[in-house]
């Protein structure tokens, strides 16, 4: 009797669980989705819309370029061979874009080769040695994204160059270069080493090289050119055959003695660099129209912030409300970059030249944004006034100006 009872409560309780476990529901899963209140999103649009205060209009004052006859396409030009214009994105690094397209047109001038050149790779040294400079100065020295364009030479003299299939600078996907974040942290950094008094280059450096490598990619040590292994400097000495000393950096200013080699004395000429060889107004703009006629280009740079520089219309005059043409000359100019209306604030190439109606106009290929508003997309026309007023210095083959160097003291 005592058996048959528990046998009678184990099979109960058998017959409990199975009805428990028929009854219970599946087990949940969870998903990682993308949530989205739109209700949430339309309120928040229509409050800030209502609290938005309505601000004028801020308008830009611009010459009419109504009664000019402008040059209408680059066909007009007399050129000599460059690459096709590209963007320096969101960067302050137009020094080396248009560095860089010079000495693409130097190389082929030279060699005959039409290579696309990184710009990033020289970009990337350029900021290590910006680093360095402050380190080694106690923090006493600039650091931004800005430089002057014979700085690529000088760059590809210490780390060479490579194509630019083998290093873009644009990596996870980025269509477009942008440094803001990047050059953000790297000064953080540095001034991080200025409050601390950590002056140690190696460990400093590491750690810009870090943030460099997080943001634009590592540089490659080593590349293959047309089946060849090679270093970066290989390729420079090898392959583009470019020589540093045959350059030579050309400046205009009352302030420094003429047929004397002098600094630049701007912001992004930050290592101090002073073989800039002055010379008067006139000599200024001969050398310029000498190089283009003989085929060559230069590259050049100044301030591109004026009223009578519009992108619509891809020109660049002086218009007559700022100097008429007859009072342009070394006083015109000395004063505005004195005064600091005239800035160094855009470099840019200078690719071919055209007469019309008795004055000479200049194709520039340009790298900033602005290029591409215009019918001719990565270029400008410079009217040669905007050149003698604003254009600040230049760099052109020493073949040119071979017979001027030698007057100098």
Known sequence: MKRTFTLMVLVCFILA???????????????????????????????EKFDKKDKDKKLSYKIDFDDWDLPKSTDEFTTAWHNAPVTQGWTGTCWC????????????????????????????WEYVD???????????????????????????????C??????????????????????????????????????????GLATIKSILNNYIGTPPETITFKGKNMTPKEFYKNVTKIKADDYVDIMSLLEKPYMQTAEYEVPDNWWHFDKYYNVDLDTYMSVIKKA?????????????????????????????????SDYIDENARQFRFSNKTTTDDHGIHLVGYTEKDGDTWFLIKDSGSGARNGKNSGYYFYH??????????????????????KKFK
């Not at 993308?34 to 409050?47: A, G, Q």
């Not at 874009?97 to 005959?112: H, Q, V």
């Open 17 to 47: 669980v199975g009805t428990v476990s028929a009854d219970r529901p599946a087990k949940d899963k969870g998903k990682m989705i993308d949530y989205k209140n739109p209700f949430w999103e339309k309120i928040k649009e229509s409050t």
């Open 97 to 124: 874009f248009c560095g860089t397209s010079y000495l693409e047109s130097e190389i082929y001038r030279l060699s005959k080769e039409k290579i696309k050149i990184s710009e990033l790779f020289t970009v990337y």
């Open 130 to 160: 910006k680093a360095r400079r402050f380190i080694e100065e106690r923090g006493n020295s600039h650091f931004s994204e800005g430089s002057q364009a014979n700085a690529v030479i000088r760059i590809w003299e210490q780390y060479g």
């Open 162 to 203: 490579v194509p630019l299939a083998d290093y873009t600078g644009l990596i996870n996907g980025r269509e477009f270069h942008a440094h803001g974040k990047m050059v953000k942290e790297m000064t953080n950094f540095l001034n991080h080493l200025k409050k601390s008094n950590d002056w140690n280059v190696e460990t």
């Open 292 to 324: 283009v006629k003989a085929g060559q280009t230069l590259v050049i740079g100044g301030d591109v912030s004026e009223a009578g520089y519009f992108s619509h219309s891809d020109a660049a005059v002086i218009p007559t409300f700022d100097i008429p």
């Open 384 to 405: 040669e006034d905007y050149i003698k007023l604003k254009i600040m210095n230049y760099t052109v083959h020493k073949s040119i100006v071979n017979d001027l160097l």
